[in-house]
């Protein structure tokens, strides 16, 4: 089995990742601008270690933007509200380094009312593009698939219903809601590439510093049963457990 298959690992990651943080905070910013200013051109980037967050870029824009002020509400709307998860967003360190747009890349992007549409550039920005598989009805690989569903719960009551269910649980023992953290799914394919096997589904859990690890656990295993007893899924959907069969949904 082990020379005729391989390991396939998809991580999902939610608002709670560091990558996520960074996107969110850039779109945060891209808002801003255009919903003063549609003719805004911005390229932002943003980046964040323990309890820092910078924001750089290039902006043209007619807009008056707080970009600090962007920074923290996002933060803090996301759930970094302290020291213990990392990131607080009301204390934490904010850099801020924003230029107009270069000449260069500006007189290739601009001029949207005054040159043929043939003579404006699309800029030195990247864009990220996939494909479509037919492992799964969303068509995309099962493994992600299977990440995601961890991430919003097992039965689809709602993208945030796990969440909201663990913060619901966390305030109610007057902890802070943390932010969500990724999920895994690790899958053995034949080499022909169709998967055949769950290996392995990863859940991470952010958590407070203080308490017996035992108490944690039994959180955990009380969320599972929780999600266990949820209503069935839909006709149709199947459900994916460790290392039971998949049953292909292509012929």
Same mark, same amino acid.
């Not at 995601?148 to 097992?154: E, K, N, S, W």
């Given at each position: 089995m082990a020379a005729e298959s391989f390991l396939f690992t998809s991580e999902s990651v939610n608002e709670g990742h560091p990558d996520k943080l960074c996107d969110q905070v850039s779109d945060a910013v891209l808002d801003a601008c255009l919903a003063q200013d549609p003719d805004s051109k911005v390229a932002c980037e943003t980046c964040t270690k323990t309890n820092m967050v910078m924001v750089f870029g290039e902006i043209t824009t007619k807009a008056s933007v707080d970009y600090e002020k962007i920074v923290r509400d996002t933060c803090r709307e996301i759930g970094f509200t302290s020291d213990d998860v990392?990131?607080?967003?009301?204390?934490?360190?904010? !850099?801020?380094n924003i230029e107009q747009q270069s000449p260069d890349i500006a007189q290739g992007v601009h001029g949207h009312f005054t040159k043929r549409p043939e003579e404006i550039g699309a800029g030195d920005q990247g864009h990220m593009f996939g494909y479509a598989t037919d492992e799964t009805p969303e068509l995309m690989p099962l493994s992600h698939?299977?990440?995601?569903?961890?991430?919003?719960?097992?039965?689809?009551g709602g993208p945030q219903r796990g969440l909201r269910r663990q913060a619901g649980r966390q305030e109610h023992r007057g902890q802070r809601p943390r932010p969500p953290l990724p999920r895994a799914g690790v899958l053995r394919h034949r080499r022909a590439g169709a998967p055949v096997r769950?290996?392995?589904? !990863?859940?991470?859990?952010?958590?407070?510093?203080?308490?017996?690890?035992?108490?944690?656990?039994?959180?955990?295993? !009380?969320?599972?049963?929780?999600?266990?007893?949820?209503?069935?899924?839909?006709?149709?959907?199947?459900q994916v457990h460790q290392d039971r069969r998949i049953r292909p949904l292509w012929p």
């Open positions: 990392g990131l607080d967003a009301d204390r934490c360190k904010v !850099l801020v698939v299977l990440g995601r569903l961890l991430r919003q719960g097992p039965h689809q769950v290996r392995r589904l !990863l859940r991470h859990r952010d958590h407070p510093r203080q308490g017996d690890p035992k108490d944690r656990q039994g959180e955990l295993r !009380l969320q599972a049963r929780d999600d266990h007893h949820q209503p069935r899924p839909q006709e149709g959907r199947q």
